[in-house]
């Protein structure tokens, strides 16, 4: 078994090698259009994102035009992505507020976006990170699963993880590393595909694991 230094440093040059340009999954022109498709990708695919948010952003792709859609016709559009009765309230409040609030803009504050309707940590931190470029290290469920299968946390909860990884990685690599991890996962990682035992990072990590990794949860 690699010392947690050596999994540090296998995992940051491994992943580099694998996925040295990072893509933002999700489409979008503006940090406006990011925020909507973040909100929208709660417990939804970025593919099935992708797929509504052109419809959604052909009528409103501002918080003028958004803030003037009744919740219904925000509500129509988005259903396909799941939770629709909740995330078109959100986004037609949140277009609101941006405009009362902000002078239309999305504001580059972490405090500020959490503050929105629909907008929690990891959505704000998404913003912040891939809009602006601000580092943050946004853990959602599926990086918690990696990071505890990789040995790097033993939290249970995304806010431990999102702690114990800030201060593993050099504050340079979060932005780039919180997308090459999701990649990563997708691919060869995946929840129901790989047990702590059978991906390159796993097996390397742990090459005398016998027993598959339980994920801790609060």
Known sequence: MLKKAERV???LHRLQELYPQTPIPLDHKDPYTLLVAVLLSAQCTDERVNQVTPALFAVADNPVDMAALDVEQIREIIRPCGLSPQKSKAIK???EILLEEHGG???ADMEALERLPGVG???AGVVMAQAFGV???PVDTHIHRLAQRWGLTSGKNVTQTERDLKR???EDYWNRLHLQIIYY???YCTARGCDGRVCEICRTCYPE???PKKTLKA
């Open 9 to 11: 440093d296998y995992i």
């Open 93 to 95: 409040r949140l277009s």
């Open 105 to 107: 803009e999305v504001p």
């Open 121 to 123: 940590h990891k959505t």
């Open 135 to 137: 580092p943050a290290f």
């Open 168 to 170: 593993l990685f050099p």
């Open 185 to 187: 996962g997708r691919e």
């Open 209 to 211: 694991r016998k027993h």
